[in-house]
């Protein structure tokens, strides 16, 4: 039985599961499942309704990103692993995961928060998510300013770093300006160009939306400029 992912590659949190079986080589199915229209079916995977799931080739079922991530390091081993094993480099990069993780979070929030009617946004709300947000991505900017890029195969900082960054062009993309965040543009632009995230990007149908709008916005997660 091969593995299977269950959710929409318009969830950063779902992608970048994707993108780390694609980089690990592991094969996998995908259940396409939203937490919206199809909340009872999600709920047979995750009681939280939730995703992302990866039901595992014994039937066991993983929840929850970062858990489900952890699993296939111990899957692969050490020498395959995606993040380190040990040491200042694994702290490092679970902070540099602790901060693009927390982006996406505000980003869904933000995104759900718009989904009520005008009358009941809290825009001092959203406004306070943004301002976490901005202080997130400027440390991640900071992090990754001056830093060579490497030669090597992806690492999970980068594939959540880049898999947020794509979530928030494609739902909020005023958050991240052209040139505001160059090293974070650029490494954008490395991953989105990896086969592992072209394997995993998001169709029309799962962002959802008038498909005009959907592709537009599908421009905008890969970084084209002149679809704001």
Excluded at 61 to 90: F, M, N, T, W, Y
Excluded at 163 to 169: A, C, K, Q
Aim: contains cysteine; charged residues 25%.
């Amino acid at each position: 039985m091969v593995l299977r992912l269950v959710g929409h590659y318009d969830s950063p949190f779902v992608r970048r599961v994707g993108i780390s079986l694609c980089v690990l080589a592991i094969p996998f199915e995908r259940t396409l499942l939203s937490v919206f229209s199809d909340a009872d079916a999600m709920r047979a995977f995750n009681p939280l309704v939730r995703v992302p799931a990866l039901v595992l080739d014994d039937g066991e079922c993983l929840i929850e990103s970062a858990a489900i991530l952890d699993h296939l390091d111990e899957r692969v081993g050490p020498e395959r692993a995606l993040l380190p094993v040990a040491g200042k480099s694994r702290r490092d990069a679970l902070q540099v995961l602790a901060l693009a993780t927390g982006v996406s979070d505000k980003a869904v929030a933000i995104a759900y928060e718009r989904r009520k009617g005008a009358d009941k946004i809290d825009e001092g709300w959203i406004g306070r998510c943004r301002g976490q947000q901005d202080g997130a991505l400027a440390e991640l900017e900071r992090r990754y300013a001056g830093v060579s890029p490497g030669t090597g195969r992806l690492m999970q900082p980068e594939v959540t770093v880049a898999t947020m960054l794509g979530y928030v062009r494609l739902r909020q993309p005023d958050t991240c300006p052209a040139g505001r965040y160059p090293a974070l543009e650029g490494l954008s632009a490395r991953a989105e160009a990896h086969a592992a995230f072209v394997a995993c990007r998001p169709s029309a149908e799962e962002i959802g939306g008038p498909p005009a709008e959907a592709r537009l916005a599908l421009l905008r997660l890969l970084g084209d400029r002149q679809s704001r």
